[in-house]
């Protein structure tokens, strides 16, 4: 079993559109829970930054964490054409392990909103 | 901009060949990354390095190595390539291991 499943769509939305994107993890020791954006041929930059359970909003995003269910997601409203990106959920084990600071990754999920 | 440079943007070359990737990490940031991203495997973990010291090691094979050199910049030595080792790779840096992870541009290798 992955340690990260992420649907990897691809996901096309009009513009002005709710999205919604999700991961499940399996280890339920994981406490930093990360989204990050990927624009063709560039890096992925990190998006949202979570620990433990609840939601966090920044803008237009909206980052949910579901510790009891293991469930990870991102919400973007009022989508735009430059929102379009490869969306990757990423974990961080906990401080202390000897994993240190290595990020498993979701498959990423393929977004196109268009005008 | 990040502010983690990658050396070069791409590398073309040749199955059984040796290549090396260059890191420089942003300004301050003591800890590097690097990840192997793929069509198939996705994005994946292969090696940290902490202020010149090895760290946590991800499935890197045995015919990669890296380092981190006293000024931080760090080197991604892949040796008897094959073709399954094309893919973009990246690397990150943090100013601790449990900072924030800033992404380079990636180095894209193609394996003919």
């Known amino acids: 079993q992955k340690e990260v499943e992420q649907d990897p769509g691809p996901l096309s939305v009009p513009e002005g559109a709710i999205v919604s994107l999700n991961c499940t993890y399996s280890?339920?020791?994981?406490?930093?829970f990360m989204w990050y954006r990927q624009y063709s041929r560039k890096g992925p930059e990190l998006l949202m930054y979570?620990?433990?359970?609840g939601n966090k909003e920044d803008g237009r995003f909206t980052a949910q964490v579901d510790k009891s269910s293991k469930y990870i997601s991102l919400f973007i409203r009022d989508s735009q054409p430059s929102d379009s990106a490869t969306y990757l959920c990423?974990?961080?084990?906990?401080?202390?392990?000897?994993?240190?600071?290595?990020?498993?990754f979701g498959q990423g999920t393929i977004l196109t909103v268009h005008p | 901009d990040s502010g983690v440079t990658q050396t070069p943007k791409h590398l073309i070359t040749a199955t059984g060949q040796r290549v090396t990737l260059r890191c420089s990490p942003r300004?301050?940031?003591?800890?590097v990354y690097w990840y192997q991203q793929s069509l198939d495997q996705g994005l994946q973990f292969l090696i940290q390095?902490?202020?010149?010291?090895?760290?946590a090691k991800g499935n890197i094979l045995e015919r990669f190595s890296a380092q981190q050199f006293p000024d931080l910049h760090s080197e991604l030595n892949l040796s008897s390539l094959e073709l399954g080792d094309s893919a973009l790779y990246f690397c990150?840096?943090?100013?601790?291991?449990?900072?924030?992870?800033?992404f380079g541009p990636g180095t894209r290798l193609t394996v003919l």
């Open positions: 990150a840096s943090s100013r601790t291991s449990y900072d924030t992870q800033y």
């Open positions: 280890n339920s020791a994981f406490q930093y």
């Open positions: 979570t620990y433990s359970s």
């Open positions: 990423a974990i961080q084990p906990p401080a202390g392990g000897t994993s240190y600071g290595k990020l498993t």
């Open positions: 300004s301050g940031d003591l800890s």
């Open positions: 390095y902490y202020n010149g010291e090895e760290r």
